[in-house]
């Protein structure tokens, strides 16, 4: 596939928040053909060499209730904000590629994480939600399925396995990767190996670190959970695994109410899961210092192959479901060292994948400023970010998480 055909075209309207979801053809294609896509879909050597970053969309149009949060209205939000931005291969060339042909994850790529009972499960209730066009998952946690949900679920899958391959190709041929990013939903942290939960109905983080071992042999998998909440279905998929290191702070308290500094694995994977809870009101500051003497150290341990990571904005100052503050420039910081350290650890090999965010301009800004990150670019934080929104950060609270959680960890 040539470059010119990948170049993406779309152009999103201003109408974006009223009812008619002007999304762009070639992702409600890339969503609806990707189920018998043909051929290969993947980069060519010249796309790579040339890629900083690639992303592929899942917008699951069709999987969406009345005034829910986790809406269909998120990616064309971003999307919108990425084309506004020049941050497009349209306006950046060969420094950006979005993949337009992808296969979804297949059965199996699910039931790597999840029950096979819960995957068919899943497909034959669609039936239901064709006729009553909304119906709600039995599980722990509201969550909502609609007549396309599995079948746009298994694409949203499939866009970041996609990457994992585009990204590996990548650093076979420069020593630094390409970055990925998934630009997916509905999110995956929360879906437990037996179900769905929060929002989440498979965990697209959690399938791609097993995608990354068995088809391209990279053993050792750092994930890193940026989301307000707890991976709590990540943490579980990986809990007795020494081979998958997963990594989450989130704030204290929020949805779910795991993730507290003790759950650290079991088994052979004792040591192999660190759950940072921070207090309410955390922020820039407190984040900066999570990563330097939490995040860094632990990787540096562990040797990945890969890092993946779980990108929840909904650790925004601004966003409706929780409190924390960080802003859009912490997120940049994020994106940036992650990058840094995959460059450092593991060849470069890094996908991104889109977990919460709910705030649609906190959200859009926030995976713009990300995009700039992974490209090199400064920082356009400081014209959305409001610093006088912002209040002191729980410094001395802050301060004992941290040394608590590297005490616990020997870090
Ligand atoms: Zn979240």
């Given at each position: 596939m040539h470059l010119e055909r990948l170049a993406s075209s779309c152009s999103l309207g201003?109408?974006?928040?009223?009812?008619?979801i002007p999304l762009c053809k070639n992702h409600t294609a890339s969503a609806s053909a990707s189920a018998s896509a043909v051929g290969n879909g993947n980069p060519s050597i010249h796309q790579l060499t040339n890629a900083r970053l690639i992303y592929s969309v899942a917008p699951?149009?069709?999987h969406n209730q009345d005034?829910?949060?986790?809406?269909?209205?998120r990616l064309p939000a971003i999307l919108n904000a990425l084309q506004q931005m020049h941050l497009t291969s349209e306006f950046r060339g060969s420094e950006v590629v979005e993949l337009q042909h992808f296969e979804p994850a297949s059965v199996d790529d699910i039931a790597s994480v999840h029950a096979r009972a819960y995957v068919s499960g899943l497909e034959k209730v669609m039936d239901q939600a064709v006729e009553k066009g909304l119906i709600f998952l039995d599980g722990s946690g509201p969550t909502y399925a609609t007549a396309t949900t599995y079948q746009e679920s298994i694409i949203a899958a499939g866009a970041g396995l996609a990457l994992v391959d585009s990204v590996v190709a990548g650093s076979k041929i420069k020593r630094d990767a390409p970055t990925g990013f998934a630009l997916i939903r509905?999110?995956?942290?929360?879906?437990v190996p037996k179900g769905p939960m929060g929002f989440c109905i498979f965990g697209n983080v959690a399938i791609a670190a097993r995608y990354a071992q068995r088809?391209?042999?990279?053993k050792r998998v750092f994930i890193i959970d940026f989301d307000v909440h707890h991976g709590n279905g990540t943490n579980d998929a990986f809990y007795?695994?020494?081979?998958v290191f997963f990594l989450s702070f989130h704030q204290d308290g929020?949805?779910?109410g795991t993730g507290k500094?003790?759950?650290?694995?079991?088994?052979?994977?004792?040591?192999t899961t660190l759950n940072l809870p921070l207090p309410g009101g955390s922020g820039d500051t407190a984040i900066r210092t999570v990563f330097d003497e939490v995040v860094v150290p632990s990787a540096q341990r562990f040797k990945p192959d890969i890092i993946l990571v779980s990108a929840?904005?909904?650790?925004?100052?601004?966003?409706?479901?929780a409190n924390l503050q960080y802003t859009t420039g912490t997120y940049y910081m994020l994106a940036s060292s992650i990058k840094q350290l995959a460059r450092d650890l593991?060849?470069?090999r890094c996908v991104f994948f889109l977990e919460g965010g709910y705030n649609l301009k906190s959200l859009s800004y926030s995976v713009a400023d990300t995009f700039r990150a992974l490209l090199g670019d400064p920082s356009l934080a400081s014209e959305f970010d409001?610093?006088?929104?912002l209040y002191e950060e729980p410094s001395t609270k802050v301060k004992q998480a941290i040394q608590r959680i590297k005490h616990i960890h020997s870090l």
């Open positions: 201003n109408g974006l928040f009223v009812g008619h699951s149009m069709g005034s829910h949060p986790e809406s269909h209205f509905p999110p995956g942290h929360h879906a088809v391209h042999g990279l007795a695994d020494p081979d929020s949805y779910p500094f003790d759950e650290v694995g079991n088994g052979d994977g004792e040591g929840g904005y909904d650790g925004h100052v601004l966003d409706p479901l593991c060849g470069g409001d610093p006088r929104i």
